[in-house]
């Protein structure tokens, strides 16, 4: 098993989705075009459509890292991240998003679904230098996760040329979010306020990179 295996099951099987859905049907088709044993397909893609569709998030993802990283977006630091939320958008095919998001929506998939998101709202903070440690790290990333996922169920149903309706749309979801910040900010210049935080939320800090022995994705 390798992992060039599991990205060939991968692209085979994405190239069924639009007639067959998310699913282990796409899969099994997949398998069969590339010459893999069948009983392959559960160590690759062991919880069917749910993996195939976090395995083309994380694509959508890896890519925008490389992205953010060679050429990174320009301006405000509020149009910063809205570009990079539309560069993510960008990077998806509207039809393998929605097969994708209906098995994600499935109750068993929760915790997937809602998992992929915040990866994607933490390679945009992180792409965009982003240095807090402490509980600012889980709040900048719960925000934005509600941002990608409105911009996503926008997008599907945008018909504007361009999409230029989703790019606004991106733009008053991140306005939000930035009078959000400046409302924070006033609190934190508050009396007390400070230390009140310390006394707390001071022991929370961001998780630190470490090999887990297992740890798949």
Known sequence: MTQTDRDALIDAALIHVPFEGMNRE??????????????????????????????????????????????????????????AVWRRLELSDPELVRAGASVLALPQNSALAARLVWESADVIWTGLGDPSDDLNWYSKRAILSGVISASVLYWLGDESEGHAETRAFIDRRIDDVMRLESVKAQIRKLPGAERLARAAFGWVRAPRPRALPGHGR
């Open 26 to 83: 796409a899969i099994a088709a997949g398998a069969r075009d590339i010459g893999m044993d069948p009983a392959l397909i559960a160590v690759h893609l062991p919880r069917g459509g749910a993996d195939l569709a976090a395995a083309y998030h994380r694509r959508g993802d890896d890519a925008l890292r490389r992205i953010l990283s060679q050429t990174p977006p320009e301006g405000r630091f509020r149009d910063r991240v809205a570009q």
